[in-house]
């Protein structure tokens, strides 16, 4: 199946810098990811849909100019926590639909968990 | 809006005994629906998926949930659980244009007992 990979898998940043992202869909080409976080023993929620070529749709109540997302080519989305603190600390996820034999699923990355201090 | 229930937080099951985690949904349309396995500090990997046609479905890993439209539910099931299957399982339904929004439960964590 398809991979989805995302980097780092873990990163431990101090209060008020940016950490950024990376999602790259590494065998085949996604014109939309998405963007999920997930607090500890709890559910996704998502963020926002990355859109390759233009801006990201984002959720309900997300900061966009705290994420900020760029989606510059067909096989990577970033995500940039800017201005990181403590309560941003969480497990970052992306996913890609893959329309390769029609069926439009979705890969989800390993994961990122960012702590910050 | 669509939402997704997962009642039950923990569930602890022996080695070899069935499973049975539950699901159920809100949606006003005919739902797409997926149930997805977290390992610890992992992504998703996807179990299965309902989309129309036959209600029962099968999956990876020995897995199947069956769709009940009257119940709103889409459980899934394995009769045989193997200590590897302890993890976290998230049900979801898709929303949006081409359903490229997942709605997540809050997940069941299962735990194996020898």
């Known amino acids: 199946g398809a991979v989805v990979s995302q980097h780092p898998s873990r990163v431990i940043c101090k209060s008020g810098t940016s950490v950024k992202i990376e999602c790259r869909s590494l065998?085949?080409?996604?014109?939309?990811m998405f963007w999920y976080r997930q607090f500890p023993k709890q559910s996704l929620m998502l963020m926002a849909t990355?859109?390759?070529?233009?801006?990201?749709?984002?959720e309900q109540g997300v900061e966009k100019d705290k994420f900020l997302i760029n989606h510059a080519s067909l096989t990577l989305s970033t995500l940039t926590v800017t201005s990181a603190h403590p309560e941003d600390s969480s497990f970052y996820i992306c996913?890609?639909?893959?329309?390769?034999?029609?069926?439009?699923?979705?890969?989800f990355g390993e994961g990122s968990r960012l702590t910050v201090l | 809006a669509q939402s997704v229930t997962q009642p039950d937080i923990h569930i602890t099951v022996s080695e070899g005994a069935s499973l049975e985690l539950r699901c159920n949904y809100s949606?006003?349309?005919?739902?797409?629906l997926f149930w997805y396995v977290q390992s610890p500090g992992q992504g998703l990997q996807l179990l299965l998926k309902?989309?129309?046609?036959?209600?029962l479905v099968q999956g990876i890993k020995g897995f199947e949930a069956e769709f009940k439209r009257s119940q709103s539910s889409f459980n899934l099931r394995k009769p045989s659980v193997h200590w590897s299957d302890a993890a976290e399982y998230f049900c979801?339904?898709?929303?949006?244009?081409?359903?490229?929004?997942?709605?997540f439960g809050t997940g069941t964590r299962l735990l194996v007992s020898p």
């Open positions: 996913s890609a639909r893959w329309t390769g034999g029609g069926t439009g699923e979705l890969f």
């Open positions: 065998d085949f080409q996604a014109t939309t």
């Open positions: 990355s859109n390759e070529g233009s801006k990201a749709t984002y």
């Open positions: 949606y006003g349309a005919t739902p797409y």
């Open positions: 309902y989309f129309s046609g036959d209600t």
């Open positions: 979801a339904v898709g929303a949006g244009t081409g359903f490229q929004k997942l709605v």
